[in-house]
């Protein structure tokens, strides 16, 4: 299958007044077409940085990202991202924050084109009737979710989440799980997820790839088979609790905490 995301020996370090920062290291991870890759490491190993080198916002000292074929030199249309805040246009609705990047990827789109295309997606999330409504008269939740739609709108052929739940509580998080995979049915994107949430990561994707401390580099990659669709029970079955346990322990062993050589947890 085609690899839509190719991270391919990336290497990377910020300069600082102290000198170098190097954070990823020869870091390779491949996602096929229409996967869900969630990527987990500890705090500060260099995930956000992967995901803006993802964007193109940045450029890695070494190796190379590429998407759908094509090495990425500059930011591209056919990402969406999606971060820990919402960062929603207050001075617009839901509906026309939603719509912004059609505005901007498509201007020749007809106006009732780009509403129908936003009013679908809002219905998909649970929306519908909020269209008219300004961010801040939403809950957290609401605004994820809108913030989700607007990322998606454009059908990008590559969605990056960075920490898109981190900020919510713990039932409004899993709405928002379930809510990832009713997209996912409806609309043929790749991911790529950042999270510190190991539920998450095991709930959301196909395959689990855990970063070493930093620099970060691939420490251990984790295959999830789990059947679908997913409901939220499947986490407390044998399978899912033995994931969780290998990807924790793997954590520890990010953090430093856990000697790489011991039996398993
Ligand atoms: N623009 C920057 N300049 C210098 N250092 C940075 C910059 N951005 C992030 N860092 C540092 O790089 C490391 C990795 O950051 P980041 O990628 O945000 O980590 P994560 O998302 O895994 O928590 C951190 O130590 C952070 O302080
Ligand atoms: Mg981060």
Request: with cysteine; charged share 25%; hydrophobic share 45%.
């Given at each position: 299958?085609?690899k839509?995301i190719d991270i ?5 370090a910020?300069?600082?007044a102290?000198?170098?920062?190097p ?9 096929p077409?229409g996967?869900f890759?969630?990527v987990v490491?500890p705090?500060g190993?260099?995930?956000s ?5 993802i964007?193109?916002?940045m450029h ?5 990202v590429w998407?759908d074929?094509?090495?990425?030199k500059?930011?591209?249309r ?10 929603l246009?207050?001075?617009?609705t839901?509906?026309q924050?939603?719509i912004?990047?059609l505005?901007?990827v ?7 084109r780009r509403?129908?295309r936003a ?6 999330v649970?929306l519908?009737?909020?269209?008219d409504?300004?961010p801040?008269e939403l ?8 913030s989700?739609c607007?990322a998606i709108?454009?059908?990008p052929d ?14 409004t998080r899993?709405d928002l799980w379930?809510?990832?995979h009713?997209l996912?049915?409806?609309e043929p994107?790749?991911?790529l ?8 990561s ?10 070493s401390?930093?620099?970060?580099t691939t ?8 059947p679908?669709?997913r409901?939220l029970e499947?986490l407390?079955t ?5 994931y969780l ?13 856990a ?6 947890a």
């Amino acid at each position: 299958m085609t690899k839509l995301i190719d991270i391919k020996g990336v290497t990377h370090a910020y300069k600082t007044a102290s000198g170098p920062l190097p954070v990823l290291r020869d870091l390779n991870i491949a996602v096929p077409e229409g996967a869900f890759t969630a990527v987990v490491g500890p705090s500060g190993c260099g995930k956000s940085t992967l995901t803006r080198l993802i964007a193109g916002l940045m450029h890695p000292d070494r190796g190379e990202v590429w998407l759908d074929g094509e090495r990425v030199k500059s930011p591209r249309r056919t990402v969406g991202m999606a971060f820990q805040n919402p960062v929603l246009l207050e001075w617009r609705t839901i509906l026309q924050n939603v719509i912004l990047p059609l505005e901007i990827v498509a201007p020749t789109m007809p106006k009732a084109r780009r509403i129908a295309r936003a009013e679908e997606l809002l219905a998909l999330v649970g929306l519908s009737g909020f269209e008219d409504k300004r961010p801040s008269e939403l809950s957290g939740g609401m605004r994820q979710r809108a913030s989700l739609c607007r990322a998606i709108v454009h059908r990008p052929d590559v969605l990056i989440l960075d920490e898109p739940f981190g900020a919510l509580d713990a039932f409004t998080r899993e709405d928002l799980w379930q809510t990832m995979h009713a997209l996912r049915a409806e609309e043929p994107f790749t991911s790529l997820l950042i999270t510190h949430d190991l539920r998450e990561s095991v709930f959301l994707a196909d395959e689990v790839v855990v970063l070493s401390g930093r620099p970060a580099t691939t420490q251990y990659v984790l295959d999830v088979d789990l059947p679908g669709p997913r409901e939220l029970e499947v986490l407390y079955t044998p399978k899912a609790v033995d994931y969780l346990a290998t990807l924790r322990r793997q954590i520890q062993i990010a953090q430093g905490r856990a000697p790489a050589s011991q039996g398993a947890a």
